[in-house]
């Protein structure tokens, strides 16, 4: 069950310049899309979140973009820094309450 | 900042023992999760949990699990008898009523081990 896709399990920048963290769904239904950050054993993280009536959100250096047609979205992180290396999950819900489905995870590694 | 806990941080026990993990969500939250992560695999819903009922449950959740919340700030995971592939991250989320129930709030997680 691949409802939520990161197909890029690692990624590593230049402190500096900019993180972009791909993520694909499949379920039509999903109506919320977040993304969270992890550390070792630590739970995850609420970064940034996007409505499905929106196709951009924006949180100082975060920005979440969402193509609905293309069923894609992306975080991008500009500029990254070495405090921004961890693990990344995109998740996806259909909005309210209902459950958070995750994605696998791309970690980033910023190099100073 | 308001936070979840979650005690305790390591749980080891027996197959077959019982097991109760603990979560305390952020006080003005209405809307409770558990979601569990086995090494090396995606974090997978289990439960979610609201007005002292179940909204709903994954398959993952049989028989052996429930949920309680025994008091005004504490929601608790209980698996009845432990299993070697329970062994897993458990992680408690709650969420916002009105306009922020879509955002979950993680804890730090459970690590369970059983032997």
């Known amino acids: 069950d691949q409802q939520v896709k990161q197909n890029s399990p690692s990624l590593s920048v230049q402190e500096g310049r900019i993180s972009i963290l791909n993520c694909d769904y499949t379920?039509?239904?999903?109506?919320?899309f977040l993304w969270y950050k992890k550390y070792p054993a630590e739970g995850p993280t609420f970064l940034i979140s996007?409505?499905?009536?929106?196709d951009k959100n924006e949180d100082g250096r975060f920005t979440v973009f969402l193509n609905k047609s293309a069923k894609h979205l992306s975080l991008h992180i500009v500029p990254s820094q070495p405090g921004d290396s961890a693990v990344y999950f995109c998740?996806?819900?259909?909005?309210?309450?209902?459950?958070?489905?995750f994605g696998t995870g791309t970690k980033l590694q910023v190099i100073p | 900042e308001p936070e979840v806990t979650q005690t305790p941080s390591h749980q080891v026990t027996q197959m077959g023992q019982e097991v109760i993990l603990r979560c305390v969500p952020i006080?003005?939250?209405?809307?409770f999760y558990w979601y569990r992560q086995i090494l090396g695999q995606k974090v997978e819903f289990l439960v979610s949990?609201?007005?002292?009922?179940?909204?709903?449950k994954s398959e993952i959740f049989d028989d052996q699990f429930s949920v309680e919340r025994p008091d005004g700030s504490n929601f608790t995971l209980k698996i009845r008898s432990t299993k070697l592939e329970d062994s897993a991250m458990y992680f408690c989320?709650?969420?916002?009523?009105?306009?922020?129930?879509?955002?979950?709030?993680f804890g730090p997680g459970t690590r369970l081990t059983v032997l």
């Open positions: 989320a709650s969420s916002a009523p009105g306009r922020d129930t879509d955002t979950q709030y």
């Open positions: 379920n039509s239904m999903f109506d919320y």
């Open positions: 996007i409505s499905s009536i929106k």
């Open positions: 998740a996806a819900s259909g909005g309210g309450y209902q459950k958070v489905t």
């Open positions: 006080s003005n939250h209405l809307y």
């Open positions: 949990f609201y007005n002292n009922e179940i909204s709903e």
